[in-house]
């Protein structure tokens, strides 16, 4: 596996495609280009306020604010052709997002950017096919809350339990043809899953020392995925392939520092191999959904494992409710250290409803607990709109266990948030 080892210091970027240049030459393209399509445009700004009653060793703060301003331009043509696009630009009063005036293009920083390029694709459309080249978001599987097939959706891990997904720069295409399809994706450049700081509250614990990411080492190869779905009278399935890289990294130690406790590590992205599936049974009361996923891999230190979930839903009146069992099976363990974002919601049940009180408030509840009791985190969610444009939204996440535990390792890390948004 080939591999580029940038050193940087913690929270700062390294070298990455794009400048502020970049920014004013897309909305440049987009305003001479406006008069030839259908221009159509969305967005929003929001502001995000998260409170931990709790201290932890590594993190002394009780509030965290977030601002996130996102505008979302498309442009369809005349000819089959859409031009998507999205730009974010956020900032936030704990660091965890960069203070430079470039925007991330490739997302490999291990802060948030200031400014960052969320989609710019272009999509055409004719008959039976479909072909998507750019930045986007690919999205398989089937259930809910953890998903083993999505091997291109790698995510935003800062805040363990609240997470957003990234996207990757692809070529994508999906063939239709009666009740198959075949989707094909090659991503030529590997995008990273970004993982908790190491000097904040959700920081992956390792033996007790405090760590600092002194670099990352990132694969330089390829990923491609087909999987094939088919829609039959009373089942739906898909099988799926992988070749390439895990998004979640092995953690390394390269040195160490015995009065200050503390180790410098490493970030390296094991090569990965996944064969997967899924499948939707809709019954008279419930729709029974199941997804697996085999991993192997030939990189020394990595796991070989096996991911499933199996869930039941349900839709009653103005509720849907979904509920289930996520599992893995270790089939050799390669003795590494890896951030297991994934595995770290296997073996429990899981969890989820809600229900759309009326057309502008909803109410959603979310929970993960495992199997022997050592781990459970839950959500509670209340969301109303007011007049158009105005959203607002308070959250509580509670979470408790045992330190040995990957949910339980965060019991300090419940909190409240609170989030008023201005959508146009």
């Known amino acids: 596996m080939s591999a580029t080892l940038r050193l940087k210091k913690l929270g700062e970027a390294v070298p990455r495609g794009g400048s502020t240049v970049s920014i004013l030459a897309v909305v440049l393209v987009f305003g001479v280009t406006c008069a030839a399509g ?4 969305k967005g929003f700004v929001e502001g995000q306020l998260r409170i931990y009653p709790q201290l932890t060793a590594n993190d002394q703060a009780h509030v965290v604010g977030d601002l996130l301003a996102r505008w979302e331009p ?4 005349h000819n089959g052709i859409t031009l998507y696009s999205g730009f974010d630009v956020r900032t936030d009063s704990h660091h965890e997002v960069l203070r430079d005036l470039e925007f991330s293009w490739w997302d490999r920083t291990s802060l948030r950017p200031l400014f960052t390029v969320r989609r710019l694709s272009l999509l055409y459309r004719h008959k039976f096919l479909t072909v998507e080249v750019g930045k986007q978001f690919i999205r398989w599987g089937k259930t809910d809350i953890l998903n ?5 959706a790698p995510k935003d891990y800062l805040t363990v339990v609240d997470t957003d997904y990234l996207p990757v720069t692809a070529a994508r295409a999906t063939i239709e043809k009666g009740s198959n399809t075949v989707d094909l994706v090659y991503v030529p450049r590997f995008t990273p899953a970004r993982i908790p700081l190491f000097n904040q509250r959700w920081a992956p614990p390792i033996a007790n020392l405090t760590a600092r990411e002194v670099g990352a080492r990132f694969p330089g190869g390829p990923q491609l995925g087909i999987r094939w779905n088919h829609v039959a009278s009373k089942l739906e399935y898909s099988l799926s392939y992988y070749d390439g890289y895990n998004y979640l990294p092995l953690i390394t130690p ?11 590590v490493v970030l390296s992205y094991p090569k990965l191999r996944a064969f997967g599936g899924d499948a939707a049974i809709p019954t008279r009361w419930c729709t029974v959904k199941a997804e697996t996923e085999m991993f192997t891999t030939d990189t020394p230190g990595a796991d070989k494992y096996l991911l499933y979930v199996v869930q039941i839903e349900r839709q009653w009146k103005e509720w849907t409710f979904v ?3 996520a599992g893995k099976v270790i089939t050799e363990r390669g003795g590494g250290l890896q951030y297991q974002a994934d595995r770290g919601l296997t073996r429990a049940l899981v969890g989820r409803a809600s229900v759309n009180l009326s057309g502008n408030r909803t109410l959603i509840f979310e929970a993960v607990g495992r199997q022997n009791g050592s781990g459970f985190y839950a959500k509670a969610e209340y969301s109303q709109g007011f007049g158009q444009h105005w959203r607002a939204s308070a959250m509580f996440t509670g979470i408790r266990g045992e330190i040995t535990d990957f949910l339980g390792q965060y019991r300090r ?3 409240v948030s609170f989030v008023m948004r201005y959508s146009f």
Do not use: E, I, M, W
């Open 38 to 41: 259908d221009f159509q445009q």
């Open 74 to 77: 498309s442009l369809k043509f």
């Open 148 to 152: 083993p097939t999505d091997r291109f």
């Open 254 to 264: 390269v040195a160490f520092n015995p009065v200050l406790r503390r180790v410098d």
């Open 323 to 325: 509920g289930g069992y």
């Open 413 to 415: 890390n419940s909190f």
